[in-house]
C-alpha cells in the first residue's frame, strides 16, 4: 500500500508539472493571439490607407486605372488574408479555451487523487490500528492458553495422584 501511496503521490506531481507546463503553454498561446491581432492590426492601418491612396490615384488619372485596379485586388487579398488570420485566431482563441477546461479538469483530478491518497492514509492508520488490536488479542489469547495449560498440567497431576491413591 505504501509503495502504491509513493506511486500515487510521484503520478500526482507529475500531473502538477503536466499542469504547469500546460499553464505555461497557455500563456505562450496568449501572447502569440496578442502579436497576431496587432498584426491585424497594423494590416487594417495598411489596407485604410491603400483604399485613401486608390481613390487619389483615380482622380489624378485614367491612365494609372489599371495599376488601380491592380491594388484593389492586392487589397482584397489583404483583406482576404486578414479574414484567414481572424479565423485563425477564432480558432487559437477555441483552443485555448479548450485547454483551460483540459486544465481545469486534471486540476480536479489531481484534487480527486490527493484525496483519494488521503483516504488510502487514513485506511493505512485503520490497518495499522486494527493491526495492533489483533496483535493485542493474539497476546491474550496466547496468554490464555498458556493458563489453559497450565491448568490441563494440573489436572493431568491430580489425575495422576488420583490413580495412584485409587490403585
Known amino acids: 500500500m505504501v509503495l502504491y501511496n509513493k506511486q500515487l503521490l510521484l503520478y500526482n506531481k507529475q500531473l502538477l508539472l503536466y499542469n504547469k507546463q500546460l499553464v505555461l503553454y497557455n500563456k505562450q498561446l496568449l501572447l502569440?493571439?496578442?502579436q497576431l491581432l496587432f498584426y491585424d492590426k497594423q494590416l487594417l492601418f495598411?489596407?485604410?490607407q491603400l483604399l485613401l491612396y486608390n481613390k487619389q490615384l483615380l482622380l489624378y488619372s485614367k491612365q494609372l486605372l489599371l495599376y488601380s485596379k491592380q491594388l484593389l485586388l492586392y487589397n482584397k487579398q489583404?483583406?482576404?488574408?486578414?479574414?484567414q488570420l481572424l479565423l485563425y485566431n477564432k480558432q487559437l482563441l477555441l483552443y485555448n479555451k479548450q485547454l483551460?477546461?483540459?486544465?481545469?479538469?486534471l486540476l480536479l483530478y489531481s484534487k480527486q487523487m490527493v484525496l483519494y491518497n488521503k483516504q488510502l492514509v487514513l485506511y493505512n492508520k485503520k490497518l495499522?490500528?486494527?493491526?495492533k488490536q489483533l496483535l493485542l488479542y493474539n497476546k491474550q489469547l496466547l496468554l490464555y492458553n498458556k493458563q489453559l495449560?497450565?491448568?490441563d498440567k494440573q489436572l493431568l497431576l491430580y489425575n495422576k495422584q488420583l490413580l495412584f491413591y485409587n490403585k
Do not use: A, E, M
Open 100 to 105: 483551460l477546461l483540459y486544465n481545469k479538469q
Open 78 to 83: 489583404l483583406l482576404l488574408y486578414n479574414k
Open 46 to 48: 495598411y489596407n485604410k
Open 128 to 131: 495499522v490500528l486494527y493491526n
Open 32 to 34: 502569440y493571439n496578442k
Open 149 to 151: 495449560l497450565f491448568y
